[in-house]
């Protein structure tokens, strides 16, 4: 299985942006699909995005379209997420995601998982 930490969570104001990072380790980095969820307290984990392994095709979760942009860098052995336009419904852990065998959209297609990183975002 592959190893994946998240970094760049914090505290900003609704409007700003962030960044978040997610590097891998133990595997290939470039045969898995890798994706971001996110949780929010008392409420389901629920898919954000997610990237094929050659980068070429995006999958964003209706609530992050025209937000957020997903990223890959297989020479890096990372993948990343601009979040811009930060909104108070975006406060969650994000979660760095590899899937087992197809785009990470949903929970039950992740093979690994991150520790997660907490996101607030201030109204």
């Known amino acids: 299985q592959v190893q994946l930490v998240e970094s760049g969570g914090g505290l900003v104001q609704a409007g700003g942006s962030l960044r978040l990072s997610c590097s891998a380790s133990?595997?290939?980095?470039?045969?898995?699909?890798m994706g971001w969820f996110r949780q929010a307290p008392g409420k389901e984990r629920e898919f954000v995005a997610a990237?094929?392994?050659?980068?070429?095709?995006?999958y964003y979760s209706h609530s992050v379209k025209g937000r957020f942009t997903i990223s890959r860098d297989n020479a890096k052995n990372t993948v990343a997420l601009q979040m811009n336009s930060l909104q108070h419904d975006d406060t969650a852990v994000y979660y760095c995601a590899a899937g087992s065998g197809r785009p990470p959209t949903v929970v039950t297609g992740v093979g690994s998982w991150g520790q997660g990183t907490q996101v607030t975002v201030s109204s």
């Open positions: 133990g595997r290939t980095f470039s045969i898995y699909d």
């Open positions: 990237i094929s392994r050659t980068g070429g095709t995006t």
